[in-house]
Nanobody
Framework: QLVESGGGLVQAGGSLRLSCAVS????????IGWFRKVPGKEREGVSC????????YYSAAAKDRFTISKDAAKNTVYLQMNNLKPEDTAIYYC??????????????????WGQGTQVTVSS
């Protein structure tokens, strides 16, 4: 099970930290990713972190503004989002899979998805 939290309403230029709490499977064996979805648009991969050495990946839109990290003691993955822009408005989901291909390669078919958390950035 994946449970996201930390979404909300923020002004442009502000920051939010999303959390993804993992339970029911081995946290250390799964790659975890963050995705976002806007109505009428395809789901977009934002960032992910590998299970082994913690290698991180970012979309072009997220690079230099967002930081993904994980705390194995808390079975939680975080997405720190800084300098938020109105175009970052979306429902953000975390997802997990043992396979990086299923997780991070379109059409994004990981085994586990969270329920999503709304992020709204006002201009």
């Amino acid at each position: 099970q994946l449970v996201e939290s930390g979404g909300g309403l923020v002004q442009a230029g502000g920051s939010l930290r999303l959390s993804c709490a993992v339970s029911g499977f081995s946290f250390n064996e799964y790659n975890i990713g963050w995705f976002r979805k806007v109505p009428g648009k395809e789901r977009e991969g934002v960032s992910c972190i590998e299970s082994g050495d913690g290698t991180t990946y970012y979309s072009a839109a997220a690079k230099d503004r967002f930081t993904i990290s994980k705390d194995a003691a808390k079975n939680t993955v975080y997405l720190q989002m800084n300098n938020l822009k109105p175009e970052d408005t979306a429902i953000y989901y975390c997802a997990a899979d043992i396979s990086m291909v299923r997780l991070w390669v379109q059409p994004y078919e990981p085994n586990y998805w969270g329920q999503g958390t709304q992020v709204t950035v006002s201009s």
